[in-house]
């Protein structure tokens, strides 16, 4: 038996309880982990709110990424063997002490990264990059706007941008968050709480338009990120936080956000030369296109080249509580639950 974290209905943060589950054996192509800690995504929080139509129903234990220790193979798994550090994507069931997972979303996890920073950069960095180097395709010199800058995928999307020699702007709702950014390379910040970040880029960077946006927010912001673009210019979406506010469901503000996400005009894209990209990475780890991309970050990794920046670490046991400190957009960086030794 292992103890989860589970969703027992959809609502606020306090729906979580701690059950007992089965654990079961690993299939021919399965590995079994002995979980140290979990990464904690916003999509976690939508789904808790019941705004996450992938989510399965009620009761159900969230959770996409864990890092850990091999407890057991599968008769056909060649790469791992029972005590190997690893990192993996388990598309929901993360919240837990042990997870069973196919061994392609399994990585192994390097030696002079903790737990905590396998399970903060997995999901994270794998966004940044499929976004930045798999659809934008990103070269020396572009000009890349982040949303959520300060944020798990936009530490992390910053950090693969100045790699690859980008200039890089970025929003964030308070200057202590842009002024870490700032030590991480970010070339110009903007307070969306005080400024529209449209006229600001517009009037303090220039009438240069912007090669890529990447947008965790989705609503409006859409609309808005256009008129910055140029004609081939792209922009990756890859959430819909402007759905919430608070713990509890605004159901006219969610439905104004979703009716500007679903009506995109394609002959509007047509006319300003212009893409949009809808990215849910989680769906991709099936595809060739993860296991280049989750080489290529271990490799940055190794050459230290990049780093997992976290916020804060909670105890498992305390998932509401790091749900709360996340939607309230308290974190530079990534929030990990860890998972006491006994």
């Known amino acids: 038996m292992a103890w989860a974290m589970q969703i027992s209905k959809t609502g606020k943060a306090d729906v979580f309880e701690k059950v007992m589950l089965p654990v079961r054996e690993p299939g021919p192509k399965e590995v079994l982990i002995d979980v140290r800690a979990c990464g904690v995504n916003f999509a976690d929080v939508l789904m808790r709110m019941g705004l996450y139509p992938e989510a399965p129903k009620t009761p159900f234990v969230p959770g996409y990424e864990v890092a850990g220790v091999v407890a057991q193979v599968g008769a056909d798994v060649t790469d791992y063997k029972p ?78 941008a100045k790699q690859a020699g980008c200039v890089v702007y970025g929003t964030a709702g308070s200057q202590a968050k842009l002024d870490y950014a700032k030590t991480m390379g970010l070339d110009y910040g903007i307070n969306y709480l005080r400024q529209d970040f449209v006229s600001d880029v517009r009037l303090n960077v220039g009438r240069r338009p912007l090669d890529v946006v990447l947008d965790p927010i989705g609503g409006d912001y859409i609309a808005k990120n256009r008129k910055l673009l140029k004609p081939t210019g792209k922009l990756i979406v890859f959430g819909m936080s402007n759905a919430i506010s608070g713990e509890k469901i605004n159901i006219l503000k969610t439905l104004k956000t979703a009716v500007n996400m679903f009506h995109i005009s394609l002959m509007s894209l047509m006319g300003q030369n212009q893409g949009i990209f809808g990215l849910n990475v989680l769906r991709l780890w099936d595809f060739p296109i993860m296991r280049s991309s989750g080489q290529a970050i271990l490799k940055a990794f190794e050459d230290q080249q990049v780093k997992c920046i976290l916020s804060d670490t909670f105890p498992l046991e305390q998932a509401a509580e790091a749900h709360r400190y996340l939607q309230d957009r308290r974190n530079v960086g990534k929030v990990v639950l860890t998972v006491a030794q006994e």
């Open 83 to 160: 005590g190997d550090r690893v990192m993996a994507a388990t598309y929901f069931g993360g919240y837990a002490t042990q997870v069973c997972c196919d061994e392609v979303k399994v990585l192994p996890l390097p030696e002079h990264l903790s737990f905590e920073e396998g399970a903060g950069l997995l999901v994270n960095f794998m966004t940044a990059w499929v976004a930045l180097h798999e659809m934008a395709r990103i070269r020396e010199g572009d000009h890349v706007l982040i949303h959520g800058i300060a944020g798990g995928v936009g530490l992390a999307a910053l950090q693969l």
